[in-house]
């Protein structure tokens, strides 16, 4: 029996598997942009990388979360501005039926124009809404999100739009009679309320 043994050449065989196990891993790595791609190549620092990774998805959650309230809001203040219009011009027609020179026929106008006003301030407090959710009605009752900057600590904290837009809690019930100056006058009063 001749046993051969040429220890050269084993250690040359093991070296090359070595060397082609490492060429596999550093190809992983230039592969998929990670020097972390198991826990083998580094336990602590994959522990590390996906608690941060978790962190980093919370906070694009959380970033998305506010751009929705920050939505919400704008939507909430655009109705309001516009309600706010509508109120400054029933008080412009309060002060215009004060005028002394009007004729019953433009106060009953001027009625008329409040009335509607009333009106499109009540549509706008009833059909103003932001995914489905009516918003100026006194219905909505969470709403806001919030991000601690102090680290991943989310809350989302209960948010109320009272519904005080319609006209009957707003007090606008501008009523202009039609005895001249005095009329105005109480219209006026009414709408300052």
């Not at 412009?92 to 004060?98: G, K, P, R, T």
């Not at 009605?137 to 904290?157: E, I, M, Q, R, W």
């Not at 606008?172 to 001249?180: F, G, H, K, R």
Request: net charge negative.
């Amino acid at each position: 029996m001749i046993v051969q043994h040429n220890i050269s050449s084993i250690n040359t065989n093991r070296q090359l598997g070595i060397s082609t196990s490492a060429l596999a891993k550093n190809t992983e790595k230039l592969s998929s942009g990670y020097r972390i791609n198991r826990a083998a190549d580094d336990a602590a620092g994959l522990a590390i990388s996906e608690k941060m990774r978790s962190q980093i998805r919370g906070l694009d959650r959380a970033s998305s979360n506010a751009a929705d309230g920050i939505s919400l809001i704008q939507t909430a203040e655009g109705a309001l501005n516009e309600s706010h219009s509508i109120l400054q011009r029933m008080r412009e027609l309060a002060v215009q039926a004060a005028n002394g020179t009007e004729t019953d026929d433009d106060r009953d106008n001027l009625q008329d124009e409040i009335e509607q006003l009333q009106e499109e301030l009540d549509r706008i407090a009833t059909d103003t809404e932001f995914n489905t959710m009516n918003l100026l009605d006194g219905s909505l009752s969470a709403a806001a999100t919030s991000v601690s900057s102090a680290g991943p600590k989310f809350g989302v904290y209960d948010t109320a739009i009272q519904g005080f837009l319609t006209s009957d809690v707003v007090g606008t019930s501008v009523n202009i009679d039609n005895n001249a100056a005095i009329g105005g006058e109480s219209a006026i009063w009414s709408a300052d309320g």
